[in-house]
């Protein structure tokens, strides 16, 4: 899988938007972006994934840009629930031999400040 | 419905002891990982099965570790010999299908401190 940067930590206030960003320019054109977030004391958690599309479901929205090259989480209205380790992972889209699994990085460390 | 679980949650260890770490996937779910987390780290692959069959093992790291699913449905990591660098977080996780488009739904961890 490609490799994903991603800022070590971020801060927000409680009922704020926040924007994770992930960069990923050695994505392939056949690679998804998906996100898992992983609370304290936790096993990951799915949150969404996406190829070229934005996409929106009932925990955030995924915003891909235009050459795929980098793509941001977003957090409409951040809660005290939303701290945790956020990953951005790329999956090939072709199943086979060492594509199954998740590669993770070290994420980012979100804080919610109430 | 029932997520993934996983026994124990918590797990002590002699140096030398073996262990047995068990992980029961979410009913229906075709394949299931072992993932390892040391403290501060992302988690990393270790060894995939699909069904019964284990497809992949490469993450593995040493022949210590053996992972068995042998009905298709509930896993057992073994680790044998337990060191201190085995202590960490071993997560398990299920998927409905082997398409790469599918979630992979994770249990909340066997904690392992090897003493």
């Known amino acids: 899988d490609a490799k994903t940067t991603q800022p070590n930590s971020m801060e927000s206030n409680e009922e704020e938007p926040v924007h994770l960003p992930c960069n990923h320019s050695?994505?392939?054109?056949?690679?998804?972006i998906h996100w898992y977030r992983q609370l304290p004391s936790q096993g990951p958690e799915y949150v969404i994934h996406?190829?070229?599309s934005n996409v929106n479901n009932r925990m955030a929205s995924l915003a891909i840009a235009e050459d795929r090259k980098s793509s941001t989480l977003i957090l409409h209205r951040a809660t005290l629930r939303d701290a945790a380790v956020y990953y951005c992972i790329l999956r090939s889209a072709y199943s086979g031999a060492g594509s199954y699994q998740l590669t993770f990085g070290k994420g980012t460390k979100l804080s919610v400040i109430p | 419905g029932a997520g993934v679980s996983q026994s124990p949650r918590y797990k002590v260890a002699k140096r030398g002891q073996d262990v047995a770490l068990r992980c029961d996937p979410i009913s229906g779910h075709v394949s299931l990982f072992w993932y390892q987390q040391a403290l501060g780290q992302g988690p990393e692959f270790l060894t995939y099965f699909q069904n019964e069959a284990q497809l992949d093992k490469s993450g593995l790291p040493s022949d210590r570790f053996f992972a068995e699913r042998p009905e298709g449905s509930v896993s057992t990591l073994k680790i044998q010999r337990t060191q201190q660098e085995d202590s960490a977080v071993y997560l398990c996780?299920?998927?409905?299908?082997?398409?790469?488009?599918?979630?992979?739904?994770f249990g909340p961890g066997t904690r392992l401190t090897v003493t």
């Open positions: 996780a299920s998927s409905f299908r082997t398409v790469n488009s599918y979630e992979q739904y």
């Open positions: 996406g190829l070229t």
């Open positions: 050695t994505i392939s054109g056949t690679d998804y």
